[in-house]
């Protein structure tokens, strides 16, 4: 079963940093692609940055320039470097995978995505 796990969340200061992990587990073969989504209270879930293979990474435009996404696959663990955080950026932030291949029973198996759990961010002074 492929699972993701977020960490890294916390309460910081405006301006302040912070840098989120999310690492899949389950087998895994190959994940084409990974993201950062955000969900603030009453608002629907929004990307904030992805990246595919090779490298290739996309961002809203609310956190160009401020966040980095980077990606280590061969620990299957993607990270969102935030830094000059603003109390808009407040939200629950959700890891995402694409197009993932894994073994399970013996079998190689794909799943077109799957979500973490989320983690919560506060920018607050």
């Known amino acids: 079963q492929v699972q993701l796990v977020e960490s890294g969340g916390g309460l910081v200061q405006p301006g302040g940093s912070l840098r989120l992990s999310c690492v899949a587990d389950g087998g895994i073969l190959n994940i084409d692609g990974m993201g950062w989504y955000r969900q603030a209270p009453g608002q629907q879930r929004e990307l904030v940055a992805t990246?595919?293979?090779?490298?290739?990474?996309t961002y809203s435009d609310s956190v160009k320039g401020r966040f980095t996404i980077s990606r280590d696959n061969a620990k299957n663990t993607v990270y969102l470097q935030m830094n000059s955080l603003k109390p808009e950026d407040t939200a629950v932030y959700y890891c995402?995978?694409?197009?993932?291949?894994?073994?399970?029973?013996?079998?190689?198996?794909?799943?077109?995505?799957?979500w973490g759990q989320g983690t919560q961010v506060t920018i607050s002074s």
């Open positions: 995402k995978a694409e197009g993932v291949s894994y073994y399970s029973a013996g079998y190689r198996r794909y799943g077109s995505s799957y």
């Open positions: 990246i595919r293979g090779g490298g290739i990474t």
